[in-house]
């Protein structure tokens, strides 16, 4: 099946040349088609007038874009077609502040994977990248000027309405923390600090636009315009979502998984609401290529190629387009699209880089926070990262058997706490009751209680072990001088916040523990990243080369 010429990706030809030929009018006629909703619309005439429009465009940097993301590229194209100065940030501190969905430690690869595949998506679909300005977030928001700016909006900004501006956009949590009252005002002030006329993101982020038309003038800054783009609905026929899998077509899925998860898409026979598939074809095939063919046999009426998309809209509400013949035209001009991204991705270094920023991401289904496709925001992956352990040090204040086993020892251990916890660990055969007693060890404290032989046990203590005749365990041993409560951390993962109880069907602390080993040096790690507490490492006695458990 060929697909048609205007639907190949193409560079834009003399870009200026044409640029200089269009009218204001005209140039407001690109900057605002398909956009749902534009606030502002008289200013941007105002600055057409005398000038090209400067306008930014902002991603969260946490999960991995999708084929939604082809939205605001294809919007992107449209802005330089009119001639705007264009900026891209990489809104790398809102990825941390948004209920910490990309962790510290991963922010910098984060960016950096965001960075090539971004281009590498503009690239497929003819944009010229010397004509675009890439921004990382943190260049320029840890600044004293910025800092202070945020200090200053923080006093005017009611809790309410920092809270209402980012309702659709941070991610929403029994327990909220501080820092995502704090994301709406940094993004509104993104737009003085860019120095640009409009921002450009979903329809989404209304409220985050609105609290800046409130707040900025209150800080002497001018109040910008804002062009918002629809959400668009994802295979399912809900919003196109990062953490539910079947909903999202990743950038670099294969011909085969492409096929396989637009085979399972939403796609009734007439149905024109909430269809990913003709979404896509209205707001990223027919902006970039102008037409849109579907292929079929002669038998099912012939291929046919519409240059409007309420013409190909009318022939599917009226059943003169079948779903099959819809999915398979949609999956050779995605293919299309993706094959330049896939084979960019093929080299080591990117692959390299993929598998660093995103360690062995955990795939859940069910609901979850929407990815910005409209604007840019990001995924909600749930990212398999050592940080999301709390692991202490502990001290034994005291250890008995239990009364109903005998393999078993029943301790209490301090691990920074009001009440020591309780716990139950099957050590009887391999260290003394003796050797236990006010010892300092290493405590996992986020795992669900569990009963053994009727006590709940409320922690796991760790220890070092090498299989064998006879099995050889020993507690793990936290620096000298370590109190109870301290926080023990993989090196490189710092900053990252531990999960309040991990969930027992993800089974998080069972997939990272078969990367927890003993070093040569006897030294605890974690996929060669070494176990610490502010005093220095984690250790073990004797049992080198040994796993941790």
């Not at 105002?46 to 919007?75: I, N």
Request: with cysteine; proline share 5%; hydrophobic share 35%.
């Amino acid at each position: 099946m060929q697909l048609s010429p205007l639907l190949l990706p193409r560079r834009p030809q003399s870009v200026d040349a044409m640029t200089d030929q269009l009218s204001p009018d005209e140039k407001l006629h690109l900057i605002t088609r398909n956009l749902q909703e534009v606030l502002g619309e008289e200013k941007l005439k105002q600055v057409l007038q005398e000038r090209d429009l400067k306008v930014y465009w902002g991603t969260a940097t946490t999960g991995k874009p999708h084929v939604a993301y082809f939205v605001p590229m294809s919007k992107i194209a449209d802005f330089l077609k009119a001639g705007c100065e264009v900026t891209i940030l990489f809104a790398d501190l809102h990825a941390f502040l948004d209920n910490m969905k990309a962790p510290w430690e991963l922010l910098e690869l984060r960016v950096k994977y965001y960075e090539e595949v971004i281009k590498a998506m503009l690239e497929s679909i003819g944009v010229p990248l010397e004509k675009l300005k890439f921004v990382k977030g943190t260049d320029y928001q840890l600044s004293r000027e910025y800092t202070l700016d945020v200090y200053r909006l923080s006093s005017m900004v009611t809790e309410h309405d920092a809270k209402k501006a980012g309702a659709e956009v941070v991610k929403q949590v029994e327990h909220p923390l501080l820092s995502g009252l704090l994301y709406p005002g940094l993004q509104a002030l993104d737009e003085e600090y860019l120095k640009v006329d409009a921002q450009f993101g979903g329809v989404d982020q209304r409220k985050i636009f609105t609290l800046a038309e409130k707040y900025l003038p209150s800080l002497g800054y001018a109040k910008r315009s804002h062009l918002m783009n629809p959400m668009v609905p994802g295979l399912t026929g809900a919003k196109m979502s990062s953490s539910e899998e079947e909903s999202k077509i990743d950038l670099l899925d294969s011909k085969e998984d492409l096929k396989k998860k637009l085979k399972k898409a939403f796609c009734e026979p007439g149905n024109i609401q909430n269809n990913g598939l003709l979404s896509f074809v209205k707001f990223v095939l027919f902006p970039l290529g102008g037409e849109f063919s579907i292929k079929r046999d002669a038998k099912w009426g012939g291929d046919k190629v519409y240059t409007a998309f309420e013409e190909v809209e009318k022939d599917f509400a009226e059943e003169r387009i079948h779903p099959g013949d819809l999915k398979a035209s949609v999956e050779t001009a995605l293919n299309v699209l993706l094959e330049p991204i896939r084979k960019k991705f093929e080299s080591a270094e990117l692959r390299k880089l993929t598998n660093s920023a995103y360690p062995n991401t955990l795939k859940t289904k069910g609901a979850g926070k929407v990815a910005k496709a409209g604007g840019g925001g990001g995924g909600d992956e749930d990212e398999l990262v050592p940080s999301k352990l709390d692991i202490r040090v502990g001290k034994i204040i005291s250890v008995e058997k239990h009364p109903d086993a005998d393999s078993l020892f029943l301790e209490k251990i301090d691990v920074g706490e009001a009440e020591p916890r309780t716990v139950v660990s099957g050590l009887v055969a391999y260290v003394s009751q003796e050797d236990l007693q006010d010892r300092c060890v290493l405590v996992l404290c986020n795992l669900k209680p569990q009963k053994m032989r009727g006590i709940e046990s409320q922690a796991m203590l760790l220890c070092a072990s090498i299989e064998g005749e006879p099995r050889r365990v020993e507690p793990l041993d936290p620096p000298q001088g370590s109190s109870p409560g301290e926080r023990v951390f993989v090196e490189g993962y710092e900053a990252g916040k531990p999960e309040d109880r991990l969930n027992p069907k993800k089974k998080v602390w069972e997939k990272l523990q078969v990367d927890l080993k003993i070093s040569e040096e006897c030294a605890a790690q974690w996929k060669d990243k070494t176990l610490m507490t502010k005093l220095g490492r984690i250790t073990c006695k004797t049992l080198k080369g040994g796993n941790i458990s």
